[in-house]
């Protein structure tokens, strides 16, 4: 059993930043393919980045790219998302997810494993 647990999330004028970060326990996570996803009041859950196993391959969301970028540390079991230039589109809960298998996923139903989510609320 793998867990998940966010933190980082908060308040942040548009423009500003804020770095996400998914603490893993149980078993280790450095063979699990790993993402961040995010719901916003009243909208579906969505697809925001993903990163491999050894973080050689990354993918991310046409609405973030070149603003957010992803990570992990192997070593601490722990994976990141550094949030840049932010928008107030971008006010949601931010969640990690992990999944057992080699390829970089953006379905919500391809991965197994979830935490509880942290928000973040850009004002304007």
């Known amino acids: 059993q793998v867990q998940l647990v966010e933190s980082g999330g908060g308040l942040v004028q548009a423009g500003g930043s804020l770095r996400l970060s998914c603490a893993t326990s149980?078993?280790?996570?450095?063979?699990?393919?790993m993402g961040w996803f995010r719901q916003a009041p009243g909208k579906e859950r969505e697809f925001v980045a993903a990163i491999s196993q050894i973080g050689s391959r990354t993918l991310y969301a046409d609405s973030v790219k070149g603003r957010f970028t992803i990570s992990r540390d192997n070593t601490k079991t722990t994976l990141y998302l550094q949030m840049n230039n932010l928008k107030p589109e971008d006010t949601a809960i931010y969640s990690c997810?992990?999944?057992?298998?080699?390829?970089?996923?953006?379905?919500?139903?391809?991965?197994?494993?979830w935490g509880q989510g942290t928000q973040v609320t850009v004002s304007s």
């Open positions: 997810a992990g999944r057992t298998g080699f390829n970089v996923a953006t379905q919500t139903a391809s991965y197994a494993y």
């Open positions: 149980g078993r280790t996570v450095s063979g699990y393919t």
